[in-house]
């Protein structure tokens, strides 16, 4: 008996275009629906109705949970996954979790009340246990993020990787006495492996951290400022800083300027992301491939949803971008 799979072959097709034409997707072309359509009909292929069935069931929407949309990272990144999910006919739902457990669960019944056909999470606030009860109820995708528990497509990077590079860059430009800044301590294994990285480098270079150069909480420009103020009544003062954000690292240069400090003498500053507003202020920072992250993380979720095999997880790789705060 005749296969979808060997459908696609005689046409010289994929799987998915296969499946649009069988669901009646209106983006394939008329070239590609007759060669379908005459190899089906060489083949002999009759469409599973019950699978037909289920796929009328299919929303064309995917949820996308973010913990805050004003963070330019989330915001870009979003952008990124919309444009890559228009070309395949699908739409976002934006589900903003501003970091609480409960709101993000709620969001998860989308996927089991089908209002949704697939979820991408971009932050994890919840142990992944929570997650497991939707697993059946529609594929699950994880961008940016990563747990050891999640047996699902992850599209991720290595954060130790990040916080050594970051760290590592301000020793190599003559800085000892370097802190570390991040949002919550314990919140998600991504800031826990970027502490890892910092700490990995300061090792390496047989450097002391004082306790008090662990400065938590800050995810905001405002937060910035607050930290600056913070590190400003340190009696062991640090002499640069690594941030877990741009907007962080962008509130940490206003104060500072603002109390007459020189940038980078008296205190060196590096963010994280690179988005464009550390480009306007000229500051260091850790690029992360927004754009292929956002793109690759959707390639991964179609294929989920129309049933092709896709990689389970795949690394992406940190860039050092110098400029005048370090």
Known sequence: MATIHDVA????????????????????????KRKILNAMKQLNYVPNSSAQRLRKTKTDTIAVFVPRITNPFFSHLVEVMENEAAKFGYKLIL???????????KFLELLKTKQVDGVILTSIENEWRHFKPYMNDGPIVICNEYDDEAYVPSVYLNQVKGGYLGTKHLIDRGYKKIAYCAGSERRSRLTRDRRKGYEQAMKEASLVIDEDWYLYNAISIEDGKNVFLRLKQLKNRPEAIFTGSDEVAAGLLKAAKDSGWRVPQDLAIIGFDNQPLAQLLGLSTVSQPVEKMGSQTMKVMIQAITGEESKSLTNLSFQLIHRTTT
């Open 9 to 32: 072959k005689l046409a010289g097709i994929s799987r998915t275009t296969v499946s649009r034409v069988l669901n009646c997707h209106p983006y394939v072309t008329e070239e590609k």
């Open 95 to 105: 589900c903003q979790t501003h970091y609480n457990k409960e709101q993000e669960k």
